[in-house]
Nanobody, 132 residues
Framework: EVLVVESGGGSVQPGGSLRLSCAVS????????MSWFRQAPGKEREGVAA???????????YFADSVKGRFTISRANAENTVYLQMNSLKPEDTAMYYC??????????????????????WGQGTQVTVSS
C-alpha cells in the first residue's frame, strides 16, 4: 500500500516562507509523477507544482502560473520525499495543500500533473494560512 504523508503547514505573514514535505512509502515503481495540489474554501482543488522522479526526465518540474517564480519543488530520492518551498507567500495562497503520487510515464506527467482525477493516491493534507 502506498502511503502519502504531508507536513510543514502553518500560519505565516504575507511575504513569508514555508516548506512543505511529502513523505511517500510503499512505492512499487520508480517512475512516478508527484504533485502538490491545494484547495481553498469554496474553491476547486488545483494543481500547484509537480516533479517527475525517474528516467531521462528525472527532476522535471511543472508549476501553475500563479506560483511560478515563488514556489520550487524538489525531491530527496533516497527518502522518497518531495518538498514544496513556498516563498513570497500571499493571502491567496491560503489553502489545504495535498500531495499526490501516480506511477506514470514522463509524457503522462507533462499532460496530467495538475489533473485531480488523474491521481489515485493522496495524502490527508496540511493547512497553509497566510494572513497579517
Amino acid at each position: 500500500e502506498v502511503l502519502v504523508v504531508e507536513s510543514g503547514g502553518g500560519s505565516v505573514q504575507p511575504g513569508g516562507s514555508l516548506r512543505l514535505s511529502c513523505a511517500v512509502s510503499g512505492l512499487t515503481s520508480s517512475q512516478n509523477c508527484m504533485s502538490w495540489f491545494r484547495q481553498a474554501p469554496g474553491k476547486e482543488r488545483e494543481g500547484v507544482a509537480a516533479i517527475y522522479t525517474s528516467g531521462v526526465d528525472v527532476g522535471s518540474t511543472y508549476f501553475a502560473d500563479s506560483v511560478k517564480g515563488r514556489f520550487t519543488i524538489s525531491r530527496a530520492n533516497a527518502e522518497n520525499t518531495v518538498y514544496l518551498q513556498m516563498n513570497s507567500l500571499k493571502p491567496e495562497d491560503t489553502a489545504m495543500y495535498y500531495c499526490a503520487v501516480q506511477a506514470s510515464s514522463s509524457p503522462w506527467c507533462v499532460r496530467r500533473w495538475s489533473s485531480t482525477i488523474a491521481f489515485t493516491t493522496w495524502g490527508q493534507g496540511t493547512q497553509v494560512t497566510v494572513s497579517s
